[in-house]
């Protein structure tokens, strides 16, 4: 912990993704070491909703990213079971890859992976629960044109990129206040935000934006203009700036 302090405060400026994440370092270096770049994403037409290849008829709620404890992929999948007994009308689509070992940094969780409990959900909705696996390219464009709205129900992040990709396609959001989430989003007007491990809370928002079409497509356009702020040429002034101020500085000290 000392070599770690001293190494953080031998560093011109240290460059994070939250203003949470700059609060958590507070202690260990001053704040004016600690500069707050937000992630960016490309917004692409291609993630817009278009044309879909699966049943029409079927609500979509999709999900990206790690399939592990930490993600709240077990809880997302006890409220879609829950969903499930009362409607037929919505589909759970997952994307991403399972976890054996969680990976997740913030959060340790001792509980073994039960994948048989997941297998047999997926027997009991085979048409409504899908696990499609990782996907990039042309098979990220489908997934979130095939969407109707995104779920995220991480315990810990800093910013997920994920989410950025998800408002660049025009979703509504369900998601967890964490990281910078709450920072850059805001309550009924970009998305629904639910407590961590609260799969009641977690059904009923997703029930609500499920049951208000006209709610959903106000915070799909609000989506849609507010990620303009976060394309790569805004970061990369950012970062820019930073590094031009950090040059100048060493410049003067050293004259």
Not at 5 to 34: M, Q, R, W, Y
Not at 154 to 169: D, G, K, N, T, W
Request: proline share 5%; aromatic share 8%.
């Amino acid at each position: 912990r000392r070599f770690f302090h001293l190494f953080l405060n031998k560093i011109s400026k240290i460059i994070v993704c939250a203003n949470s994440i700059k609060e958590g370092l507070s202690s260990t270096v001053p704040k004016d070491k600690c500069e707050v770049v937000y992630n960016a994403v490309e917004t692409r037409e291609s993630f817009q909703k278009g044309a879909s290849h699966l049943n029409s008829n079927l609500f979509t709620v999709s999900y990206m990213g790690h399939l592990s404890e930490a993600k709240g992929f077990y809880d997302l999948l006890e409220a879609a079971e829950l969903i499930l007994r009362e409607r037929k009308d919505i589909r759970f689509m997952f994307a991403g890859e399972r976890l054996d070992v969680e990976r997740n940094v913030s959060t340790a969780s001792s509980r073994p992976v039960d994948w048989s409990k997941v297998d047999q959900l997926m027997k009991r909705y085979p048409e409504l629960i899908r696990l499609v696996g990782v996907v990039s390219g042309h098979e990220k464009d489908r997934f979130f044109k095939e969407s109707d709205l995104f779920v995220f129900p991480s315990y810990a992040e800093a910013f997920p990129v994920v989410i950025l990709e998800a408002m660049a396609a025009g979703l509504p959001l369900v998601m967890t206040p964490v990281g910078a989430l709450p920072e850059v989003l805001t309550e009924g007007e970009n998305g629904l935000f639910v407590p961590p491990g609260d799969v009641p809370s977690l059904k009923a928002s997703l029930l609500a934006l499920v049951n208000d079409p006209a709610r959903r497509d106000r915070m799909g356009k609000n989506n849609l203009k507010k990620v303009e702020r976060f394309s790569p040429g805004a970061m990369a002034s950012a970062v820019g700036r930073i590094f031009h101020e950090v040059i100048a500085r060493k410049k003067m000290d050293n004259e």
